[in-house]
């Protein structure tokens, strides 16, 4: 049977798998029209196609939804992307769902606060998780004040309560921003 896994990070996820691996930053109609190239050649043992991107675009999926029904025999598919809204219902509703995050160190590449890069965070679509993550890199590289401090504890909070990821962004970054222009 074929399944999706929803995790944070792609790249390794993709070195736990065993399959043939396509990665790419988004799977475009010509992408699964490889993948079935290389489904349909004979196999006589199981084998896994791992599909790994960001982003499917919509004629892509619906090629690869009849991939999905009527696989070919021996080949299971794994798809691996960050978030289940990056799939249509329909390839979500014939696939089984796993999801599968990593706890990160890796340091969040912290750049000069400003509008364009607050709007790049609120677009990268991060999970909870993530943020925690971004959040827990701030604290360490930052100097901050005992208010925003507090503000980054309460937004926290507010991650656990499932409130809009993207307002919790913004409330952190542009109180840093702030911050910073204190200095």
């Given at each position: 049977?074929?399944?999706?896994?929803?995790?944070?990070?792609?790249?390794?996820?993709?070195?736990?798998?065993d399959g043939e691996?396509?990665?790419?930053?988004?799977?475009?109609?010509?992408?699964v029209r490889e993948?079935?190239?290389?489904?349909?050649?004979?196999?006589?043992?199981?084998?896994?196609?791992?599909?790994?991107?960001?982003?499917?675009?919509?004629?892509?999926?619906?090629?690869?939804?009849?991939?999905?029904?009527?696989?070919?025999?021996?080949?299971?598919?794994?798809?691996?992307?960050?978030?289940?809204?990056?799939?249509?219902?329909?390839?979500?509703?014939?696939?089984?769902?796993?999801?599968?995050?990593?706890?990160?160190?890796?340091?969040?590449?912290?750049?000069?606060?400003?509008?364009?890069?607050?709007?790049?965070?609120?677009?990268?679509?991060?999970?909870?998780?993530?943020?925690?993550?971004?959040?827990?890199?701030?604290?360490?590289?930052?100097?901050?004040?005992?208010?925003?401090?507090?503000?980054?504890?309460?937004?926290i909070a507010m991650?656990?309560?499932?409130?809009?990821?993207?307002?919790?962004?913004?409330?952190?970054?542009?109180?840093?921003?702030?911050?910073?222009?204190?200095?």
């Open positions: 049977m074929s399944k999706a896994i929803i995790t944070n990070n792609i790249d390794k996820l993709l070195k736990e798998l691996i396509i990665r790419k930053d988004e799977i475009k109609i010509e992408d993948i079935e190239k290389i489904a349909y050649i004979t196999e006589r043992n199981k084998k896994n196609i791992i599909i790994a991107a960001e982003k499917f675009n919509i004629y892509a999926q619906n090629a690869l939804l009849k991939l999905i029904e009527e696989p070919p025999k021996n080949i299971d598919f794994i798809i691996v992307t960050k978030s289940k809204h990056t799939l249509l219902d329909t390839i979500l509703s014939r696939v089984k769902l796993y999801k599968k995050y990593f706890e990160e160190d890796d340091e969040f590449e912290l750049q000069p606060i400003t509008n364009e890069y607050i709007l790049e965070l609120i677009n990268k679509d991060m999970q909870k998780q993530e943020i925690k993550n971004f959040l827990k890199s701030v604290l360490k590289n930052k100097n901050l004040n005992e208010e925003c401090l507090k503000i980054i504890n309460d937004a991650l656990e309560l499932n409130m809009d990821k993207e307002a919790v962004i913004s409330l952190i970054m542009l109180c840093i921003k702030v911050e910073n222009a204190n200095l």
